[in-house]
């Protein structure tokens, strides 16, 4: 099972120069991927901006969208002409994970209905793969840049209802679970292998996860009160989400025990704090 590490870009008010620096630090540890969290009423950075940036300072780690919100990007056109150019400018790095959220404000802010959200992602994906694969749309021809690949970078579901999974398990690359525990992953990601099945793909999807973090007493009382503030609109839930996070190099090794033996391939750890000794501490303890 391969190890990435989040982006802190849950953590509100964070300065760019942190999340630079952030970056940097990560690709030099050896973890595999940068992840960002997508929210859009809320004060954190934009993914594909964070994970543009992340790309102009490092040359191998994958650049990873855990997930975008992909239904309050409206212009699929300009959507694809984005995720491209990051892909293109990243060397091919790119792999696009996407969601419909579960918070009702930001499609508001956005003046779009809340429902028929996985309808749709299901109808964006496959638009994205059209103009990827250079469908023309103008005198011009297509909308490009062209990504590294043909085809375009590789997609990750990030939703678990059967609705979503029945649109979905037949367009995408793989699933990613946005939080949770081995033995959730180990349900919801067979629920996936099955609806991967019906869909009459061949062989086994990718499936990631991501999993809170936070080391040390000063990291961890930080990292409380930004996962109780992200997450507030769920209400108590909120309180676990903040419980369950690794929070010392023994839980880390736990989780990464855990989520291997139910069938995890890449484990991204987000971080609740942005201190910048949390790389370091989370490279020593997956060492």
């Not at 676990?240 to 989520?259: D, H, N, Q, T």
Request: net charge negative; with cysteine.
């Amino acid at each position: 099972m391969e190890i990435g590490i989040g982006l802190p870009t849950q953590v509100a008010d964070l300065d760019g120069k942190t999340l630079v620096t952030w970056a940097k630090r990560a690709e030099e540890a050896g973890f595999v991927s940068l992840g960002t969290v997508g929210r859009l009423v809320y004060p954190n950075y934009d993914d594909l901006i964070a994970l543009s940036a992340a790309a102009a300072v490092t040359e191998r780690i994958r650049l990873t969208t855990s997930i975008l919100l992909a239904p309050l990007h409206a212009n699929v056109a300009l959507l694809a002409k984005q995720t491209a150019s990051l892909d293109r400018i990243s060397g091919g790095r790119l792999v696009l994970g996407v969601g419909t959220g579960g918070r009702d404000d930001d499609y508001t802010a956005s003046g779009l209905p809340v429902g028929g959200r996985s309808q749709r992602l299901a109808e964006q994906v496959e638009e994205l793969r059209r103009i990827w694969r250079g469908e023309e749309r103008g005198l011009d021809g297509p909308v490009g840049p062209p990504p590294v690949n043909i085809g375009g970078p590789p997609i990750i579901l990030g939703a678990f209802g059967p609705a979503a999974l029945r649109r979905l398990a037949g367009l995408v690359d793989g699933w990613i679970m946005g939080g949770g525990t081995p033995d959730m992953f180990l349900d919801r990601g067979g629920a996936f292998d099955r609806a991967w099945k019906d869909a009459g793909r061949p062989g086994h999807p990718r499936k990631l996860s991501l999993a809170y973090y936070a080391i040390g007493e000063e990291a961890r009382e930080e990292a409380i009160s930004t996962i109780k503030r992200y997450y507030a609109w769920l209400g108590p839930f909120a309180d676990r989400i903040a419980a369950g996070m690794a929070s010392s190099p023994e839980m880390v090794k736990a989780y990464i025990e855990g989520f291997r033996e139910s069938g995890c391939d890449e484990l991204i750890f987000a971080p609740g704090s942005g201190r910048l000794d949390q790389v370091t501490l989370l490279a020593e303890a997956v060492a």
